[in-house]
């Protein structure tokens, strides 16, 4: 379906939009994540090395390619959200993403691993722009904000999806759980039958902007009016992006070191630990939810920046054994994972339909080209500091920039949707 919908499918599109966008987006964490469990076991065999140093480097550079190209995908494909319709993007990147994570399986060296996950990167990175676009301009202005955080909840389901693949996949090779990733590809199905363009879209889409080129979509977010939140969006997206990767990329080969790294618990305490992550972060989902219409979105911001960067310092400067760990890993997940909520309901609202897609797209994954740097940083400050507890101290510091960058930004709540 596509294009203009009748009149009984536009009373259920509030629902069909959430459902596809929530499927979507929990596939992408989902496939976004299959790397950082299977980091360890994949990038070792591919090097043919146990060098803790080596393969956290190694696996800190395929990390950094693949979200440099989900930047990429995601700036791109904000803009053919725009222009060409929220739907039928979001259907094109979860098949990209889906087939291009099961291809990974089939690597022989680790640059291979890495174009393939580069690859699928483009479309994880695509998603995001074009399914927020497609709750936000579908729900009423009083249920939008709680609308698009049951939408960033499907993160928080990815990575439990995730982490159960491993744990029942993960033991007959890293190779048969990217060959799962491929399933979200029957989620295009849904969408292409059942989930039509918002009305919103359409009507501004063909009545003033038809014929607007695509350069002159994607540089209106650099027009005075909107330069200084374009700028205020990336930042406060980098700042959670670079923390929560910078730092998460090293849990896996950490989890490796304290229990000695040919430890066959290995894959078992991994899957845990990443399970109890995102328990910490379906909690806080639903404390955004409400804190984000309570106290507005600057100040919920601020509070789950500073949580996750104190939590940080914590984990990584007090914890040596698994005992202490994994009490400390659900924190950091409230914190450093659930405190993404904050950009589903404050992105959106910064933007007009115009370039919504494009806008909110750009600062989510500009941030994530930047973000680029976190895990490669990380693995790189391994081998200089030979420690992974100091590695992750000195990223953590990034919140710093967070901290300070969203009092910028306007407060948008109680606002309604601009055209």
């Known amino acids: 379906m596509s294009g203009q919908v009748d009149a009984a499918t536009a009373r259920r599109l509030p629902w069909l939009a959430l459902i596809s966008a929530f499927l979507s987006w929990m596939f992408d964490a989902m496939d976004l994540q299959l790397f950082t469990m299977i980091l360890f076991p994949s990038v070792s065999e591919l090097l043919a090395s146990h060098d803790i140093g080596a393969i956290a480097g190694t696996g800190g550079l395929i990390v950094a390619i693949k979200l440099f190209a989900w930047g990429i995908g995601g700036v791109v494909f904000g803009v053919v959200a725009d222009r060409l319709g929220r739907a039928r993007t979001m259907g094109l990147t979860v098949l990209i993403y889906s087939v291009f994570t099961g291809l990974s399986a089939l690597s022989q060296t680790w640059w291979q691993l890495a174009i393939l996950q580069a690859l699928a990167g483009i479309g994880i990175g695509g998603e995001w722009s074009a399914g927020a676009a497609l709750v936000a301009e579908t729900w009423p202005e009083k249920s939008r904000a709680r609308a698009m955080q049951v939408m960033q909840l499907a993160f928080a389901f990815g990575f439990f999806a995730a982490a159960s693949l491993n744990l029942v996949i993960g033991p007959f090779g890293w190779r048969w759980v990217l060959v799962a990733g491929t399933c979200p590809a029957l989620v295009t199905i849904f969408i292409r039958l059942f989930v039509g363009e918002p009305e919103r879209w359409v009507k501004v889409r063909h009545a003033r902007h038809r014929d607007e080129t695509a350069w002159r979509t994607f540089t209106a977010i650099f027009q005075p009016a909107y330069r200084r939140v374009t700028i205020v969006g990336v930042l406060i997206s980098m700042t959670m992006m670079v923390g929560s990767w910078g730092t998460s990329t090293l849990l896996p080969t950490w989890i490796h070191q304290m229990l000695g790294a040919s430890s066959a618990r290995a894959v078992l305490v991994t ?96 941030a994530r080209i930047v973000t680029g740097a976190g895990p490669l940083t990380s693995g790189l400050l391994v081998g200089a500091f030979g420690s992974i507890p100091r590695a992750g101290m000195v990223v953590a510091w990034i919140y710093v920039v967070g901290l300070v960058a969203i009092w910028f930004g306007p407060e948008t709540k109680g606002r309604s949707l601009a055209d």
């Not at 990443?274 to 379906?282: H, T, Y």
């Not at 450093?336 to 339909?353: D, N």
């Open 271 to 366: 899957s845990q630990s990443f399970m109890i992550v995102n328990a910490g972060a379906l909690a806080g989902y639903l404390t955004l939810i409400w804190m984000t219409n309570a106290l507005g979105r600057r100040v919920s911001y601020f509070l789950f920046c500073a949580g996750a960067g104190l939590t940080n310092l914590v984990m990584f400067g007090f914890v040596h054994d698994l005992s202490v760990f994994m009490p400390v890993m659900l924190v950091y997940g409230f914190f450093a994972i659930g405190g993404f909520g904050t950009f589903a309901a404050y992105l959106p609202e910064l933007f007009p339909t115009r370039f919504r897609a494009t806008g909110q797209g750009f600062c989510w994954n500009m």
